[in-house]
């Protein structure tokens, strides 16, 4: 369940004066690649790569925050954010490094460019443990959701909401996929075509810089200036903000929420599930954040304290990363979510309460009128 407060990490935990995305949380530390103790604490350093995915400030950093304190309360966290902003979050890293974070916890803005960041981090004797995006380098171990399966999951769930709808083979899909900088957003598209080639016609596709909702609405504007509204019967976006932007175009083009196809989505995101239950977004891919973050929270303690990955339920696997090298990994399952799941994901886990999802015009939709 989310808190109204964020818990402090350590009492020596200090903020350093600074505003936006580049506040960072800071305390000293002395990072020599000495193995530490979960008694003494060690200090951590996390690095999130966004602020326009609601995830990252909502949930992933106060999740991973109260697990780390639970599980090393002797430890001390810095935090910050890159704002989508690459030399932003090497400027962060080597912050970070300077003032002797002991490890590093990244997720990539971009993967490519994360590799001098990792390797600045070795050469210091910093272990870097890469969450949710595979950054390159050589990092000591990965953490994140099975991201071809999500691609997988998005494509069943369009051919799923086609048969519903019976338009399957009727006319054509719109593909908007990811950032060309994120590995991520690779794994997403690789698995949506290996379910929907062969099965429906992608008439238009696109890879979204910077995942932005923006370029997302003018990339749909010109699908439907190709293709034809009606001729589109489905959109595979990438996630649930670009999900908004597709929307935001077919409904600009004169389609009514009634008439707009299904279109799929990711993260889960409050703006995206009232979508849903207002029947604007066909689904979007829920990833039990919370599970995520505890994880790359112990994983944190024992590559810290250099003993053996511990995974819990899950299975370590071995990942290969851009550069050819075997990464130590741990990849969760994705879930499908729609209106009928609803009850059963989010809002059992404690991620949205009924009140968040039903605050103001939503309450006059069905599925609040019934739950309310």
């Known amino acids: ?51 326009y995915t609601a995830r990252y400030e909502a949930f992933d950093h106060p999740y991973f925050e109260e697990a780390l304190e639970e599980q ?22 080597q912050a970070m490094l300077t003032d002797g974070i002991d490890i590093l ?27 949710d995006r595979l950054a390159e380098g050589g990092v000591d171990a990965y953490v994140s959701f099975d991201n071809h399966r999500v691609g997988q999951v998005q494509g069943e769930s369009l051919l799923a909401a086609l048969e519903e709808e019976e338009t399957a083979g009727d006319g054509q899909l719109v593909m908007v996929n990811g950032s060309p900088t994120d590995p991520n957003a690779a794994e997403f598209k690789a698995g949506a075509h290996e379910v929907l080639d062969g099965q429906e016609e992608i008439g238009q596709e696109y890879d979204t810089p910077d995942w ?56 889960a995101e409050l703006a995206g599930i009232q979508r849903i239950v207002a029947g604007e977004q066909y689904m979007t891919v829920y990833k039990a954040i919370r599970p995520q973050a505890e994880l790359a929270a112990q994983i944190t303690v024992d590559l810290a304290t250099g003993s053996d990955l511990q995974p819990g339920e899950h299975t370590l696997t071995q990942l290969e990363d851009g550069g050819g090298e075997e990464i130590e990994s741990v990849l969760l399952e994705p879930v499908a979510l729609t209106i009928d799941n609803n009850d059963d994901t989010v809002v059992s886990d404690g991620f949205y309460t009924i009140e968040e999802i039903c605050e103001g015009e939503y309450a006059d939709t069905e599925y609040c009128q019934e739950a309310l």
């Open 1 to 51: 369940m989310v808190t109204g407060g964020i818990p402090a990490v350590a009492t020596a935990l200090a903020l350093v004066a600074a505003t936006g995305c580049d506040a960072v949380t800071s305390a000293g530390g002395e990072g020599e690649g000495e193995t530490h103790s979960v008694e003494e604490g060690f200090h951590v350093g996390l690095l999130l790569p966004d602020l």
């Open 72 to 93: 090393c309360p002797a430890c001390e966290l810095s935090y910050a954010n890159a704002d989508g902003e690459v030399d932003e979050q090497q400027t962060q890293a």
């Open 105 to 131: 916890v990244l997720d990539a803005v971009d993967a490519e460019a994360a590799a001098g960041t990792v390797n600045e981090a070795s050469s210091q004797g910093v272990p870097v443990l890469a969450y």
């Open 212 to 267: 932005s909702p923006e370029e997302a609405t003018t990339q749909m504007e010109g699908a439907i200036t190709s293709l034809g509204a009606d001729e589109i019967t489905g959109v595979l976006a990438a996630n649930d903000g670009m999900a908004s932007g597709v929307i935001a175009a077919l409904q600009s083009a004169g389609v009514s929420t009634d008439d707009l196809p299904p279109v799929t989505g990711q993260d």
